[in-house]
């Protein structure tokens, strides 16, 4: 072959293998567009099952169904619920347990394996396309989980490629306070803590691997730290409240969206603007704790119809900093869960009962009407309660389930149960339902701060209504000076009345 020949032939098969590579390229790209487009458009669901009512995996998905949602999102990788999510038109979403996340990320046969028994049996019959990593790790505080989850992370790729595996993305959820600040949004930055030994290298797998940042997004604490300085109509996506921030410019018309800039612009702020983002979490609280303002169905309803309107427009809407942006949106949750710990809100996101019947009607699909759903009941609740509560335990509880909470309250402080000790002032008379009505009492005045509730297993409840009417004070002031308790106790006394109250100012 002359010269010349060769020349030409080097330079046609090296443009046709250039031009093949750039055709997959765009193909890959378009592909990837294309599933982004379809995950966001329809809207999932959070399928949590703490709860002592929750129907079997079967009924739950039939329910799903009903709502038309389009996405489940799993809290495990439970073997009976993917079977049964086979053949579906459900995307699925898949977690690995938190404790799981450092065996995953120091053994690559254990990420194999995870990969064998949890993914392969089920798909592609059933469509999972997320698999996420842990749940808010950082609420774990074990510094072996979160320096092993990106290691985790990027050894299930590699299993799920080495099975020929390449649109199941992986992911991790975490809650908004993995920032420093976020408000403005131009000023908010990941934590000083995390930003260099987490949050880089997880943006850098995500970016590698064309991922999504997930978020746990509950516009409703944020809005309930300040309700008399913040809209909440702005929280509720409705009214004509803005926010423009002062450095950008950009214009708010609801909280979602500037939460969700926050992330994205201190993404942008550690050298990657264009991760997408997926909301992994969100939703509103149908009831909630005396003082926990807001929490009603009427506006649970108003939010996230409010919210499903807004991600499964066409085309997308995205955020002010990321317009027309498509952003994977799951509704939390499916069922309300009563065997959550922490406030009343805690337990009320769900949108059905237990039966399968809405607790507000809801349409998945974002195509009903705002004004073609029935009208709900106008709340009390959306101002802040002034004035004082009780915690106490609820009628008709049998005394070894009083045993549990009096183990409950005890166990976690010396002081909480201190005057139940013999000898000590409330002693006497020796009564499981007198010693769980003191110590229900004591521990939720002596932890309410630090987001503890007055329940117990369902065990005992919150009061408007005195408890007692005799007593001999005993004043036992915080340091807000908000709680007291008072009660009479003492030896040989019939009956012993002992509450602390919490006055809401």
Known sequence: MSPVAFFLFTLIYFSSSCCSAARYQHRHRYMERKLMIALASKIGINYGRQGKDI??????????????????????????????????NLYVSITVHNHQITSLGTNQTTAEDW???NIL????????????????????????????????????????????????????????????????PSNSTFREDIAGPLMLPLLKFLNGTNSYFFINLQPYYRWLRNPMNTSLDFALFQGDSTYTDPRTGLVYHNLVDQMLDSVILAMTKLGYPHIRIAISETGWPNSGDIDETGANILNAATYNRNLIKKMTAIPPIGTPARPGLPIPTFVFSL??????????????????????????????????????FNPLPKPTNNVPYKGQMWCVPVEGAKEAELEEALRMACGRSNTTCAALAPGKECY????????????????????????????????????????????????????????YCHGSCGRGRISVDFFCVWNVL
């Open 55 to 88: 129907p079997s995996p079967y009924q739950s998905i039939n329910f799903i169904k009903s709502i038309k949602a389009g996405h489940v999102k799993l809290y495990d990788a439970d073997p009976e619920t993917l079977t049964l999510l086979s053949h579906t």
């Open 115 to 117: 990969v064998k028994t």
């Open 121 to 184: 049996p089920y798909y592609p019959q059933t469509q999972i396309r997320f698999v996420l990593v842990g749940n808010e790790i950082l609420s774990v505080q074990d510094r072996n989980i979160t320096s092993n989850l990106v290691p985790a992370m990027r050894k299930i790729v590699n299993a799920l490629r080495a099975h020929g595996i390449h649109n199941i993305k992986v992911g991790t959820p975490l809650p908004m306070d993995s920032l420093r600040s976020t408000f403005p």
């Open 335 to 372: 069922f309300n869960e009563n065997q959550k710990s922490g406030s009343g809100t805690q337990r009320h996101w769900g949108i059905l009962h237990p039966d399968g019947t809405p607790i507000y009607d809801i349409d998945f699909t974002g195509q009903k009407p705002l004004t073609g």
């Open 428 to 483: 006497e008379p020796v009564s499981i339902y007198w010693h769980a009505r003191y110590a229900v009492s004591s521990y939720w005045a002596q932890f309410r701060t630090q987001n503890v509730g007055c329940y117990f297993n369902g065990l005992a409840h919150e009061t408007t209504t005195n408890p007692g009417e005799s007593f001999v004070l005993l004043p036992k002031l915080d340091k807000n000076n908000s709680t």
